[in-house]
């Protein structure tokens, strides 16, 4: 099993900034299919954004397109999620996913994702 950490959340205002990071922790791994999703409190873990393995297809909530940007840095074995113009409603914790096996494209689906992280808290006040 894969360990994955994420870090780079914080507490913001609205219409600010936080660029999320995602690496795995101990045994390593490259091009997989990776997600973000997030849960606010009392709320179901819901889908952000997706990476393909080759890096070259994304996919996005609606409520986070042209908002949030989700990349990867092979050297690194990184994957971000730059997030602008934040809002109140993108409170919560994120967490990021990695799904195993040689797939294509992305998913959206949590239950499509093996391992995942403990999760970075997100805060935007208005």
């Known amino acids: 099993q894969v360990q994955l950490v994420e870090s780079g959340g914080g507490s913001v205002q609205t219409g600010g900034s936080l660029r999320l990071s995602c690496a795995p922790s101990?045994?390593?791994?490259?091009?997989?299919?990776m997600g973000w999703f997030r849960q606010a409190p009392g709320k179901e873990r819901e889908f952000v954004a997706a990476?393909?393995?080759?890096?070259?297809?994304?996919d996005y909530a609606d409520s986070v397109k042209g908002r949030f940007t989700i990349s990867r840095d092979n050297a690194k074995i990184t994957v971000y999620l730059q997030m602008s113009s934040l809002k109140p409603e993108d409170t919560g914790v994120y967490f990021c996913?990695?799904?195993?096996?040689?797939?294509?494209?992305?998913?959206?689906?949590?239950?499509?994702?093996?391992?995942w992280g403990q999760g970075t808290q997100v805060t935007v006040s208005s």
């Open positions: 101990g045994r390593t791994f490259t091009n997989a299919p």
């Open positions: 996913a990695a799904k195993r096996g040689i797939y294509g494209g992305t998913y959206s689906s949590p239950d499509e994702y093996e391992d």
């Open positions: 990476l393909s393995r080759s890096g070259r297809i994304t």
